[in-house]
């Protein structure tokens, strides 16, 4: 078999960007089915329950797979995975989505079975690097064995037909992923801005406090612990105000002003200022009860987790294809889509109180046509040698 029908599975990121984003259309684009049709087709899975849990496990589970299997070889100095492991791989992230979706047809112990065997061979890909180098990104290791222990808490409230427990464990484990996002994002936004400010010969000292990092990471982890043992309540609150102006400030040392003519750094800077906003939002609807915030939730799912996740697939896949690192104009409209779909989603309810759907199905629509394009742009780099000819 030739060399270039192995391409899809020769480094980590290839498999998984692409499914994330194919399954961005797909899942978002059943979730506005549904709410048009006024279908329940998952038998007795809620069809909301379903959405949130395919966002976080299916589409956000994806882009998480395909960073780490990316990031931890250049972490380590390790060899990159490929081959039949990906594929392997792959095939259980895969098969978690078909499971889910025949809930209907499907005995529940046959579901949870696909479902909870995507994350331990990731965990076991991944760890073997990370413990041999004794690296200091271990705690990688610690968060997808924490997303796990969720997906089982959510499949467990299922099985009671305890949906309120089964929400609650979608919201940890979004709780989890601003975590990671936190910390992730703390390294790479304020590096690949001062190298993109430094290529173009703009002096822009970025700034980085040890208080304001220890603050921020601090509130975020206090958040996830206060959301799943008080929801709802005053503290997690007063928690995420907290959390909200430890990132405010944390992002303000950044220079995120000098950004505006780069879409693939502005993009970065976009994602992340959700967090500050969505946590802003969270504590002004927690605390004062106000309506206007009530969507608050989508500010950091949409507007954080998925901006950030196709910053990071158009960046990485580029850099890792041997080719530069400037987006096509169509992605810079993707970018632009996804920005109008989270604003939508967020204060579109507020602002036509009556129209309440279609802003949900306006915003479905615009995160569909920008997740459309990334896919139509870069499955071919996705699916094609590198461009300097290295392997990989």
């Known amino acids: 078999m030739s060399r270039a029908r192995y391409v899809p599975f020769a480094y980590g990121f290839r498999p998984f960007f692409l499914a994330a984003g194919l399954y961005a259309v797909i899942a978002v684009g059943a979730w506005a089915w549904i709410l048009v049709a006024g279908r329940a087709p998952f038998g007795e899975l809620p069809p909301?329950?379903?959405?949130?849990?395919?966002?976080?496990?299916?589409?956000?589970?994806?882009?998480?797979?395909?960073?780490?299997?990316t990031a931890?070889?250049?972490?380590?100095?390790?060899?990159?995975?490929?081959?039949?492991?990906?594929v392997l791989l792959s095939a259980l992230w895969l098969a978690g989505r078909v499971a889910f979706a025949s809930a209907a047809v499907l005995p529940w112990p046959a579901v949870a079975?696909?479902?909870?065997?995507?994350?331990?061979?990731?965990?076991?890909?991944?760890?073997?690097?990370?413990?041999?180098?004794?690296?200091?990104?271990?705690?990688?290791?610690?968060?997808?064995?924490?997303?796990?222990?969720?997906?089982?808490?959510?499949?467990?409230?299922?099985?009671?037909?305890?949906?309120?427990?089964?929400?609650?464990?979608l919201r940890t484990?979004?709780?989890?992923?601003?975590?990671?996002?936190?910390?992730?994002?703390?390294?790479?936004?304020?590096?690949?801005?001062?190298?993109?400010?430094?290529?173009?010969?703009?002096?822009?000292?970025?700034?980085?406090?040890?208080?304001?990092e220890v603050a921020t990471i601090g509130s975020m982890a206090l958040a996830v612990v206060v959301d799943a043992l008080a929801p709802g309540q005053q503290a997690a609150g007063i928690v995420a105000l907290i959390a909200a102006l430890a990132q405010a400030v944390r992002l303000a040392g950044w220079r995120s002003l000098r950004t505006f003519d780069d879409p693939i750094v502005w993009v970065l800077h976009a994602a992340y200022a959700w967090l500050p906003l969505g946590l802003a939002l969270k504590a002004v609807h927690l605390l004062a009860g106000a309506p206007w915030a009530a969507q608050w939730l989508h500010a950091l799912t949409i507007g954080v987790a998925a901006m950030m996740i196709m910053a990071v697939m158009t960046r990485a896949s580029l850099g890792h294809t041997g080719r530069p690192l400037v987006v096509a104009r169509s992605i810079a409209v993707?970018?632009?889509?996804?920005?109008?779909?989270?604003?939508?989603?967020?204060?579109?309810p507020a602002l036509l109180p009556a129209s309440y759907l279609a802003t949900v199905e306006t915003a479905a629509l615009l995160w569909i046509a920008a997740f459309a394009i990334y896919v139509a742009v870069y499955a071919p780099i996705l699916t094609r040698e590198r461009a300097d000819g290295k392997p990989g």
Do not use: C
Request: net charge positive; proline share 4%.
């Open 173 to 212: 484990g979004i709780g989890v992923l601003l975590l990671l996002v936190t910390v992730i994002g703390g390294r790479i936004v304020p590096a690949f801005t001062a190298n993109a400010l430094r290529a173009r010969g703009i002096a822009a000292e970025i700034t980085t406090r040890k208080p304001v």
């Open 334 to 348: 993707a970018y632009a889509l996804l920005l109008g779909a989270a604003l939508v989603r967020v204060f579109g």
């Open 48 to 69: 909301h329950l379903w959405h949130g849990h395919e966002m976080l496990f299916g589409f956000i589970g994806a882009a998480i797979a395909g960073f780490l299997l």
């Open 113 to 169: 079975a696909a479902e909870l065997a995507f994350l331990p061979l990731l965990a076991f890909l991944i760890g073997r690097s990370l413990v041999q180098e004794r690296n200091r990104n271990f705690p990688m290791l610690v968060i997808v064995a924490v997303l796990w222990g969720i997906d089982g808490w959510f499949l467990w409230a299922l099985a009671a037909a305890d949906y309120l427990q089964a929400g609650l464990a």
């Open 72 to 86: 931890v070889p250049s972490w380590t100095g390790s060899r990159g995975f490929a081959g039949a492991p990906l």
